[in-house]
């Protein structure tokens, strides 16, 4: 059992200036992780990691041009536009992902924003997959609060829609919709009453203000994201960022430290890019704060780390999946 430390627990706040951002940036490394543990010891338990499990359920030949995405019509990487998968196919990986642990199953789609017919067709998907006793997560591109609503209503428990980077570096990676688009998706979302995923990705070439940027972004929306996945970019052959330099592994950490401070009661995801990751930098993101990781041999469509590679840095580090949500209702009982 972990001993909260005796102190005053940090409070949430939506608050936080743009100069406590950069404070926090400028603090000796050790100062900052101990900082960061402190207050992660407040709100979780630091040996428990979440475990949620993607799916791509619509993948490739998207109209949008983010400038480090696969499955954009506007680069040339190898991924094929498919169909839509149908409901048993995805119940079945749900029913994998939950027999491995996981308690949270993510789906993907490829889309700008889904059309009337794709939110039915993900309703039915999202009502099987929560009748398995898993929470949902969708991914879609953008919604307006009536869309979703209707996710809501089949069952959705989470929506995931990142602000990617700061607004002030965003043009120079998607031109096809804008930072406000986002925000006003963030707040359909929150307004219907979906529990929000809203992170983003580091290496794109962006500087550390815009890191700070983006962190005091998602830590001043009107209610701080439930989870806040931070991804590492998969350099992924074909997209003009293929060729991105590498970011300091030690800034990863400071950022995740950062997010866990800022935003003490989210859990904060170790995202996209671990099989680039050494077992030490991603113990040093545990130790940093971050409790949710993607787990499952493939994110949507590139690798992540081996299922029993996992397991096993897990087993070494102490750490063990978080238990099932204590708020989530049982699992309803089939209707058809
Ligand atoms: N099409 C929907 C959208 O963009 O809103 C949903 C799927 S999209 C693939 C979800 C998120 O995955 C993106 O916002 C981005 O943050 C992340 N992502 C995509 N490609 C990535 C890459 N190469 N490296 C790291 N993260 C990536
Ligand atoms: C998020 O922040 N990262 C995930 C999930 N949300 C949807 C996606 C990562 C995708 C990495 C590239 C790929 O596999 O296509
Ligand atoms: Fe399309 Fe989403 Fe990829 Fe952008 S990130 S190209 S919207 S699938």
Redesign the pocket.
Known sequence: MHTPTPQTPARIRTDWSRDEVDALFALPFSDLLFLAQSVHRQYFDPAEVQIST?MSVKTGACPEDCAY???SSHYDTGVEGERMAPVAAVVAAARAAKANGATRF?M?AAWRSPKPRQIERMADIIRAVADEGLETCA?LGMLDQEQAASLRDAGLDYY?H?VDTSASFYPEIISTRTYRDRLDTLQAVRDAGLKV?C?GILGMGETPADWAEMLHTLATLPEHPGSV?I?QL?K?PGTPLAKSGDIDPLDFVRVIAIARILMPASHV?L??GRTEMSDELQALCFVAGANSI?YGD?????PNPDRNEDLELLTRLGMRPESPARDRPAPRKATG
Not at 298 to 302: A, M, V
């Open positions: 993607l995405c696969p499955q993510c993907g991914t995931n990142n995923c992170g996945p991804n998969v992924v995801r995202s996209a993607f493939t994110l949507l469509t590139t």
